[in-house]
């Protein structure tokens, strides 16, 4: 018995290595159960090569069977180890079958391709039918420990729902949403993975900067992988006409979708909900909403206080479970700017830094909507209006307590030492991730005041770079002449431009004048003030939360909570950019490398060089933050060392 039941388990193990071995026996042994397909409704007809492709609206269905377009000659780019565990899967060999698998040219044995048909508040407005038009389902995979996760190529081709498009993403947009996907988990950050980034020699044709200078560019395909893709936008399909765009959902009055699509969501990812409130199903949809609310309050947070802008919060682009979802135009803070913008088709600012939280409770009053009539309005906006904003609140205060180093008090005024400090950093310009992480070494004893005040200056914009960006975007003279006229005539505002918008130019044209009077040792000085102003009030802070120590925690404990709260590395967009130029022409290992840091974005030291200086401090070579020139010409003069190895 005993020998028969080890000889299994040694089958098991053998195989398990086999497995690990042979990425392509490994992905074509993938246990598929498609529990979407077969839970929601899928539009009839079996996808024929035309049919897959066939642009259409798509009423009264939830997917539509489609096709993957193969790619010439697929190759890895990339893979994470950590995200393709999650399926079982290591790749170390045959990486030219599985380029084919990953990149949807051959198909994986039991994958069912699937296009998921979905609306959204694109910009405010209602859109319509959006749907998966690049991205396909191909299946869901159950792992090693049970779990099942879906899998989705994206830029695999044509889908019912690419409209004009034609499906497919190229290297940059690939590698962005690769690198940044893993770079969110390995933060800490609830969203979803990338197993893989394929490109191919298939070409589409691309106008990046829209400018009429077009490129030929490769396509490639992301494999993603989530508990589910469905999204806010899924349950927008039922919406009536919009009284303001003229458009509907098209499943308008197929209630009978929304209660199943309902069923399916909080069944399969809200197991515990679904059980305690078997019996009563406004009590069950109440508190899957609330739910909802609180996840995507605390995911807000989570962004807020590593500097992520998400760039494209449409509600299509919110996860029905709350992670982060679709990288497009992100971007981490360089230098604090609350008003960064980092969407440049985003001409309005809707989707900046600082209104994400706002942004994201308005698209929970849209999914409240569509929930209607299996949830009724009022409960759920007073759902949204008790829960969101404490939620939000109390998680944007006990991350930033512990990015701060305040572990074992908590004062009432410590979201005032909080806004003070990101007002001395908007004010001289400082970079966000780097004066975080720098504070544990004030906290933790190993500097004087003096050395960390040189340090943070250090980091701070100079005249220069500062005047670069307050520089006024309308001239100063025609913009007072014009103000002037608007007093007589108010009409003329909107001429201008928005009462926010004219008073933040006001302030620009302020900022710039004062800049271009002062000297860069004026700047110094006043900066200093603002610092040491600032540093005073955490000192006194700290000293509290020393002093209130019973079986208080050590130092070393201090900066290590700091340490793991402070990323040391986060995806500066010229770092990816650099990844992408070196890919662009054939050099894959920068994408590689960058992958690797990003896997331990909380390891590494920060040392300062002098704006100009070339030499690189002890294990630089391997940091990828290294004096480098982003865009915008902003200076980062704090280089990132990676910690040793071991
Ligand atoms: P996104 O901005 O990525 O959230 O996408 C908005 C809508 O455009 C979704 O319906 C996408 O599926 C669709 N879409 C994005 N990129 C493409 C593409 N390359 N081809 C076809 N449809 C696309
Ligand atoms: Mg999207």
Not at 147 to 165: C, V
Not at 216 to 238: D, M, Y
Not at 360 to 374: D, F, H, R, S, Y
Not at 594 to 620: I, M, T
Request: charged content about 25%; some cysteine.
């Amino acid at each position: 018995m005993f020998s028969f039941a080890l000889t299994g388990a040694l089958t098991a193990m053998k195989r398990a290595l086999l497995f690990a071995a042979s990425p392509g026996r490994g992905l074509r042994s993938l246990t598929f159960d498609n529990l979407a397909l077969r839970s929601l409704p899928v539009e009839p007809g079996d996808g024929t090569e035309e049919e897959a492709r066939l642009s259409r609206q798509v009423p009264g269905a939830c997917f539509s069977r489609v096709r993957p377009t193969p790619v010439k000659n697929p190759r890895l780019v990339a893979a994470s180890s950590s995200a393709l565990e999650l399926l079982g899967l290591s790749l170390e060999e045959e990486e030219e079958e599985a380029a084919e698998y990953l990149s949807g040219s051959r198909l994986l044995p039991g994958s069912e391709p699937a296009a998921h048909c979905y609306c959204g508040h694109q910009f405010g407005n209602f859109a319509g039918q959006l749907g998966d038009g690049a991205a396909m389902y191909l299946g869901e995979v159950l792992g090693p420990t049970g779990e099942r996760w879906e899998i989705q190529i994206k830029g695999a081709g044509l889908t019912p729902f690419s409209r004009q498009a034609d499906g497919r993403k190229v290297l940059r947009s690939s590698i962005r949403e690769f690198l940044c996907s893993e770079a969110m988990h390995h933060l800490g950050i609830q969203t979803t993975r990338a197993g893989s980034c394929v490109t191919s020699d298939s070409s589409v044709v691309r106008d990046i900067f829209y400018d009429g200078n077009p490129k030929e560019e490769k396509c490639t395909i992301v494999l993603r992988i989530a508990p589910t893709f469905l999204r806010f936008g899924s349950f927008e399909i039922f919406k009536e006409l919009d009284e303001f765009t003229g458009r509907r959902g098209p499943s308008v009055n197929r209630n009978d979708i929304r209660v199943q699509m309902l069923d399916y969501v909080i069944g399969a990812f809200y197991p515990d909900i679904q059980l305690k409130h078997a019996d009563n199903k406004v009590e069950r949809n109440a508190a899957f909403f609330r739910e909802i609310t609180r996840r995507t309050a605390r995911l807000v947070a989570e962004w807020q206080c590593v500097g992520f802008c998400h760039g494209v919060l449409n509600t299509d682009n919110m996860s029905i479970v709350g992670v982060t979802i679709d990288y497009g135009p992100y971007g981490f803070l360089d230098r604090y700017d609350p008003d960064h913008i980092c969407n440049g088709s985003d001409n309005m600012g809707r989707y900046a830094y600082n209104k994400q939280p706002e942004i994201c409770k308005w698209n929970l009053g849209k999914l409240a909507e569509a929930l209607v009539p299996e949830l009724p309005l009022d409960i759920s906006q007073s759902i949204l209006e008790e829960e969101y904003d404490p939620e939000f609140q109390r998680c944007y205060l006990q991350k930033m307590r512990k990015k701060l180093g305040l572990v074992q008090l908590e004062r009432e005024d410590d979201g005032k030492l909080i806004s003070d400090l990101l007002e001395t950093m908007n004010a001289t310009g400082a970079d966000f991730t780097n004066t975080f992480r720098a504070l544990s070494r004030y906290a933790g004893d190993s500097i004087s005041s003096e050395d960390f005040l040189d340090l943070l200056l250090e980091q701070c914009a100079s005249a220069e770079e500062l005047k670069v960006v307050f520089k006024p975007k309308m001239d100063p003279r025609q913009l007072s002449m014009m103000l002037m006229l608007a007093q007589s005539n108010p009409q003329l505002f909107a001429l201008i431009g928005t009462k926010t918008d004219i008073s933040k130019e006001l302030e620009r044209i302020e900022r710039y004048t004062e800049l271009q009077e002062s000297s860069e040792e004026q700047l110094l000085k006043d900066n200093r003030a603002r610092w040491t102003e600032w540093l005073h009030k955490y000192s006194d802070r700290l000293s509290k939360d020393r002093a209130s120590v019973g079986d208080g925690i050590s130092l070393a404990e201090r900066v290590e909570i700091m340490d793991s709260h402070n990323p040391a590395f986060v995806l500066r967009n010229y770092i990816a950019q650099n990844a992408i130029d070196a890919a662009e022409n054939g050099d894959f290992s920068e994408v590689r490398r960058v992958l690797k840091l990003l896997e331990n974005p909380y390891n590494g030291n920060l040392s300062v060089l002098e704006s100009g200086e070339e030499e690189e401090a002890p294990g630089a070579a391997a940091g990828p933050a290294r004096h480098s020139q982003a865009p915008g010409g902003w200076q980062t003069r704090i280089i990132w060392i990676p910690a040793e190895k071991g």
